[in-house]
């Protein structure tokens, strides 16, 4: 299936540790986006990273994308405790947005 | 404000009732969607708009009536309401079905 899987699915930090979470996906994709939900809230947009692109930077976020492993990475670099939420990675191969189950992160402070 | 909403935020209902779920976005995105989010199964497309009075099944559509009569609004109707359709429901919109899209803050349904 084109959908997204995260890994791992819940990941406990101290403040200021970084905190790297995988997606991994089967088909070919036009690009892959990540996205974070607060407790009780919506989803709200991170990063999106084309298919032609290997590294994308947005402020302490990092995401990286290997097309010939099918994967991407996501790294919140010096934590804060309002970073605590679940990021979810999607993946859009087929004209439609494919989630994953989410990954749930913990930041103590 | 600008932005996308939804109502009711939350809603108790009862098997066999006809409930809709209002979804209002102020940007003209062209597209909208409606996705449903249950535990084990993250998020999944129900039915989604391209533009006003075109709309298609997504993942999941069974049990689920739309409509999109105007391009800043598309309401989600469930004819008879089933416990299995206890969840929470997002709509969410965008200017393509490969891009960035924008959620609202969610519905809260539960079916008795």
């Known amino acids: 299936s084109q959908q997204g899987e995260e890994d791992p699915q819940a990941l406990s930090i101290q403040e200021g540790e970084n905190a790297t979470m995988n997606c991994s996906y089967k088909?070919?994709?036009?690009?892959l986006q990540w996205y974070r939900q607060n407790s009780g809230r919506g989803l709200v947009h991170l990063i999106l990273i084309r298919s032609n692109e290997r590294e994308k930077h947005s402020g302490r976020l990092r995401v990286t994308l290997d097309t010939s492993k099918k994967s991407s990475s996501l790294l919140i670099t010096a934590s804060r405790a309002a970073d605590t939420a679940s990021y979810f990675c999607?993946?859009?191969?087929?004209?439609?947005?494919?989630f994953g189950k989410g990954n749930q992160v913990v930041v103590i402070p | 404000d600008a932005g996308i909403t939804q109502s009711p935020r939350y809603k108790i209902t009862e098997t066999g009732r006809q409930v809709t779920l209002m979804c209002h976005q102020t940007?003209?995105?062209?597209?909208m969607f409606w996705y449903r989010q249950d535990l084990g199964h993250g998020l999944r497309l129900i039915y989604y708009?391209?533009?006003?009075?075109?709309?298609d099944k997504g993942e999941v559509p069974d049990g689920y009536v739309v409509s999109r009569s105007k391009t800043e609004n598309f309401p989600l109707t469930l004819e008879s309401a089933t416990r299995s359709q206890t969840s929470v429901y997002f709509c969410a919109s965008g200017t393509s079905p490969q891009e960035t899209q924008y959620f609202g803050p969610g519905t809260r349904l539960l079916v008795l």
């Open positions: 088909t070919s994709i036009n690009n």
């Open positions: 999607a993946t859009n191969g087929n004209n439609r947005l494919a």
């Open positions: 940007w003209s995105h062209s597209y």
């Open positions: 708009s391209a533009a006003a009075d075109i709309t």
